[in-house]
C-alpha cells in the first residue's frame, strides 16, 4: 500500500510540473513583449431631440480615452471637429486661454486652435499631462445644441493625440445626427 502511495504522489508530482510548464508557456506567449503602447478613444452620449422647430434639440456627450497599454501616454490632446454643414454649436467646460483659467475647474479643456473656427476644437486637458496605464481621461458633459430645420445633418469625429501618437488615433465611433422636421404637420 505504501508503494501504491507513492506511486500516486510521484504521478500527481509529475502531473504538476507537466501543468507548471504548460502555464508558463501560455504566459510567456500572452504576455507582452517589451513595452506596450495601447490606447482606445471613444464618445459616449445620449440625444433629446425635438420635433418643434421652436425647440432646441441637442446631445450630451462624453469623449474617453482609455490607456489600455503598460506605458503613460504624455501631453495628450485631442480634436473634435463638426461637419461643415453641422448645425451644432458646441459647449463644454472650455475656455480659450491659460489667463481665464479658474483654480476651481476640475475636468477643464484649454482650446489651443482659433477660437474663430466653429467646427474645429484642439482641446488640451487643463492640469492633466499624463494619462497613466489603465487610467480614462475624459472631455465629459460636452453639449451639442440645434434647432430643427426642415432637415438636418451632423457628424462629430474624435481623433487622439499625443507624444506617442504623433499621427492621432481615430475614436472607435462618431456621433452622427439627421433627422425631418414638419411644420404644423404630423410626424
Same mark, same amino acid.
Given at each position: 500500500?505504501?508503494s501504491?502511495?507513492?506511486?500516486?504522489? =510521484?504521478?500527481?508530482?509529475?502531473?504538476?510540473? =507537466?501543468?507548471?510548464?504548460?502555464?508558463?508557456?501560455?504566459?510567456?506567449?500572452?504576455?507582452?513583449?517589451?513595452?506596450?503602447?495601447?490606447?482606445?478613444?471613444?464618445? /459616449?452620449?445620449?440625444l433629446?431631440?425635438?420635433?418643434? %422647430?421652436?425647440?432646441?434639440?441637442?446631445?450630451?456627450?462624453?469623449?474617453?480615452?482609455?490607456?489600455?497599454?503598460?506605458?503613460?501616454? /504624455?501631453?495628450?490632446?485631442?480634436?473634435?471637429?463638426?461637419?461643415?454643414?453641422?448645425?451644432? =454649436?458646441?459647449?463644454?467646460?472650455?475656455?480659450?486661454?491659460?489667463?481665464?483659467? =479658474?483654480?476651481?475647474?476640475?475636468?477643464?479643456?484649454?482650446?489651443?486652435?482659433?477660437r474663430?473656427?466653429?467646427?474645429?476644437?484642439?482641446?488640451?486637458?487643463?492640469?492633466?499631462?499624463?494619462?497613466? %496605464?489603465?487610467?480614462?481621461?475624459?472631455?465629459?458633459?460636452?453639449?451639442?445644441?440645434?434647432?430643427?430645420?426642415?432637415?438636418?445633418?451632423?457628424?462629430?469625429?474624435g481623433?487622439?493625440?499625443?507624444?506617442?501618437?504623433?499621427?492621432?488615433?481615430?475614436?472607435?465611433?462618431?456621433?452622427?445626427?439627421?433627422? /425631418?422636421?414638419?411644420?404644423?404637420?404630423?410626424?
Amino acid at each position: 500500500m505504501n508503494s501504491d502511495s507513492t506511486d500516486i504522489l =510521484s504521478k500527481l508530482m509529475e502531473y504538476h510540473q =507537466s501543468n507548471q510548464f504548460y502555464l508558463n508557456e501560455l504566459k510567456d506567449a500572452l504576455l507582452p513583449r517589451g513595452n506596450r503602447l495601447d490606447c482606445i478613444a471613444y464618445f /459616449t452620449y445620449s440625444l433629446h431631440l425635438a420635433h418643434d %422647430p421652436a425647440e432646441e434639440s441637442f446631445c450630451l456627450g462624453s469623449f474617453h480615452i482609455q490607456n489600455i497599454g503598460n506605458q503613460p501616454l /504624455t501631453n495628450p490632446f485631442i480634436h473634435i471637429t463638426l461637419s461643415q454643414d453641422a448645425p451644432f =454649436s458646441l459647449q463644454g467646460k472650455l475656455v480659450n486661454n491659460k489667463l481665464t483659467l =479658474s483654480k476651481n475647474l476640475t475636468g477643464g479643456w484649454e482650446r489651443i486652435n482659433d477660437r474663430a473656427n466653429r467646427f474645429e476644437f484642439h482641446l488640451r486637458p487643463i492640469g492633466k499631462t499624463s494619462i497613466l %496605464p489603465g487610467e480614462t481621461l475624459s472631455f465629459s458633459n460636452f453639449q451639442l445644441n440645434w434647432k430643427p430645420s426642415s432637415s438636418y445633418f451632423g457628424s462629430m469625429i474624435g481623433t487622439l493625440f499625443c507624444d506617442q501618437h504623433p499621427d492621432g488615433v481615430a475614436a472607435l465611433n462618431s456621433i452622427n445626427v439627421n433627422g /425631418t422636421s414638419t411644420i404644423g404637420g404630423d410626424i
